[in-house]
Every structure is written in C-alpha cells, then in structure tokens.
C-alpha cells in the first residue's frame, strides 16, 4: 500500500522533528505525479497514529498540480492527464515545473492550554 508507505516516511519525520512535542496539525504537499488516493492517506494517518503521540493530529493534504513549460513555444500547460505534452502547441519538449512534490510544508505544535 503506498499511502501507508507514505504515512509512514510523514509520522518518521514528524515524530523526530516534534521531539516529544504535542502536534496538532501536518500540512503536506503533493504532487499530482505521486498519485495519492487523499482518503487512503488519511485512513493510513489515522492507523499509524493512533496510540501515539500524534494521535489526533490532523494531515492536511496541500495538492499540487502538475504544470509543464514548453520549450518550443513557451506556454504553461496545467496537466489533467499524466501525459507530459504542451496544451498548447501540443508538442512533448516540455519541462515539469511542479507535481512531484512530496514533502511536509508545516508541522504545527498544538497550543498550550491553561
Ligand atoms: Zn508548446
């Protein structure tokens, strides 16, 4: 399961950088060429948390496009298919600028409560 593999390389980073801290929220980004089903994630968040220290900490799923600059005519294609072609001039001497992303962009520490 890949999701799980996933959740599992997340809670590794998040558990050594919260040293010991509560968590409340993860805020990942990733690519539209990783191909994560968001639900399978968060079902594979919950299992692997659960009796944990982050157990009821939140993921958040930051989703990143897959955008293509052509060489031929310079044009920004947005993908809707993995298919690394231009939108454009249809050519395929494209360049992806984003959507293999797979990386937390922020680990918050829960509040203190008084
Ligand atoms: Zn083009």
């Not at 659960?50 to 060489?71: F, W």
Request: charged share 20%; net charge negative; with cysteine.
């Amino acid at each position: 399961m890949h999701e799980l593999a996933l959740c599992e390389a997340i809670l590794d980073t998040v558990t050594r950088r919260a040293g010991g801290k509560r968590v409340d929220r993860v805020q990942v980004r990733i690519g539209y060429f990783r191909q994560v089903v968001p639900n399978s994630l968060l079902f594979s968040w919950e299992l692997l948390t659960e009796g944990t220290d982050l157990a009821g900490c939140g993921l958040d799923i930051d989703h990143v496009p897959a955008i293509v600059e052509c060489r031929s005519c310079g044009a920004h294609t947005n993908l809707d298919a993995p298919i690394l072609v231009c939108g454009t001039c249809l050519g395929s001497d494209v360049v992806l600028l984003c959507g293999e992303e797979f990386l937390i962009a922020s680990i918050d520490p829960a509040r203190e409560v008084f």
